[in-house]
Structure formats: C-alpha cells, structure tokens
C-alpha cells in the first residue's frame, strides 16, 4: 500500500476514537446535574467541555491533515474518495458541535433545578443541613483546585496540539519544496546536457572555421602565385617579340636568319609555338 494512503487510514482510526470520544463527553455533560448533586456537578461541567473542545480541536486538525494528504494520492479515484470523505467529515464535525451546544443547555437546565433542591434543602434547617453545607465547602474547595490543575492541562494539551498542526503545516511545506527542488534540478540536468552538446557543436565549428580559413588562405596564395608566374612569363614574352621586331625592322636581323637558328638551336621549352607564326 501507498505511503499516503496508508496515512489516509490511520486518519480515518484516529477520526473514528475522537468522534467516540467525543460522543462520550457529549453524553456526560447532557446527564449533568440528573443525579441531584447540582453543586457539585455544576463545578465539573467545565472540565468536561474542556475535554469536548479538546476532541473538537483534534477532529478539526484532522479534517486539515486529510485536507493536505487528499491532494498527494496516486490515483483519480482515491483523490475524488478523499474529498468526499473530508465533506462526509465536515458534515459530522457540524452535527457534533450542535450536540455539544443543546447538551450544555440541558446540562444548565438540570444543574439549576439541583442547586434549586439543594438550597431548599439547605435552608430548612437542622443539623443535616448543617452538615451537609460543611461538606460542600470542603467538596468544593477540592473541586475548584482540580478544577483549575485540568483547565491549566487543558490548556497545555491544547497548545500542544497547535504546534503539532503548525509542525505538519511546515513539513508540508517542506515536502513540498524539496519536489519543486528535485523537478528543478531534473530540469538543471537536461539542460547541463544540453549545453555541453552545444558546447561540442561550437568547438567543432570553430575548429572547422579555423581550417576553412586556413584552406582559403593556401588556395589565395597558390592562386595569386600562379597568376604572378603566368603574369611575369606573358611580359617576358612580349619583351622578347617587341625587341625581335625592333631587330627586324632595323635590319640588323632578317627573317632568315632567325630561321635558320631557329633550325640548328632548339626553341626554349617555355617558349609557345604561336610566337613564330606571329613573327
């Protein structure tokens, strides 16, 4: 069984014992007073309704526990049984704080109507009333003193209780930030991948960049040295020509004669083939 499930059926025992508990109270402090003793009992009817709050203060913490744990069940199912559960809760914790109001009134009304026997009985005279009256100085003079020992326990059991409240409010909070911290760590990790992919893909296109510059720098420079060679071989030949037909037309040079030494001394192999048909 689910941790959170689990949690929800203990919450559900631990409603059931205080729900008893409190219909016990309830049940006490309606018979208030019925017994004749109306002095007395009217000196414990706070302690009872101290216990009765007490019940009601604990329903009411777990009605807000089923509140938060309705939220965190696995399935939709569960979830939609929690919220019912939480109204069928609400519904009965109303129910109860309207028994506990109509006991106190009945509780006042049969209180009154002893302390009303008793003081016609106390003030018909003689020595069992004298007796009588003793008694109840000293019963109540006992009563108020554990009277006040339970309200002060009352009253600590019951901060007790709201620092438990406050102690589960923080720890779901608690819970619920360390979930927000592990989605984003999750999150901080995909995106830690993501980076260090983008950071290989940027190093290998520098890479490439540095070596598609360095290729066009050696292709530049093979093509520019290629056009320097055939730029500096192009002005030597028109060198050559002009300064052959400067000989010609001087005369100091006839045509024959670079026939015929054009037939006993090979051409330059630098030397293209239309040159001569030019000359």
């Not at 014992?17 to 208030?32: F, G, M, N, R």
């Amino acid at each position: 069984m689910d941790e959170v499930t689990q949690a929800v059926e203990d919450l559900k025992k631990e409603w059931s014992q205080a729900v008893s508990q409190l219909e016990e109270s309830i049940a006490a402090i309606e018979t208030c007073g019925k017994t004749g003793k109306g002095t007395e009992e009217a000196t414990s009817l706070p302690r009872l309704n101290g216990s009765a709050q007490d019940a009601l203060q604990l329903l009411k913490s777990l009605q807000f526990r089923l509140d938060l744990l309705a939220q965190q069940l696995p399935t939709f199912d569960e979830v939609q049984s929690g919220q019912a559960t939480l109204e069928s809760w609400d519904e009965q914790y109303k129910k109860l704080r309207a028994s506990l109001r109509n006991a106190n009134l009945q509780a006042k009304e049969n209180i009154r109507k002893a302390a009303q026997e008793e003081r016609e009985l106390l003030l018909g005279g003689g020595e069992e009333s004298t007796i009588r009256r003793r008694n109840l100085q000293t019963k109540a003079g006992m009563t108020s003193a554990a009277e006040s020992i339970t309200e002060s326990l009352r009253r600590s059991r019951q901060m007790m209780v709201q620092e438990v409240e406050r102690s589960a409010s923080t720890l779901a909070t608690f819970d619920e930030s360390t979930s927000v911290l592990r989605k984003a760590e999750g999150e901080y990790q995909g995106h830690r991948s993501l980076l260090m992919r983008t950071r290989g893909l940027l190093s290998t296109m520098q890479r490439q960049d540095v070596l598609d510059r360095i290729i066009l720098t050696i292709g530049f420079i093979i093509f520019s040295l290629a056009v320097l060679y055939v730029v500096s071989r192009r002005i030597g030949l028109l060198t050559l020509q002009r300064k052959l037909a400067n000989a010609i037309r001087s005369g100091s040079l006839s045509a024959a004669d670079i026939v015929a030494k054009a037939q006993h001394v090979p051409a330059p192999a630098n030397v293209p083939a239309p040159i001569y048909d030019e000359l």
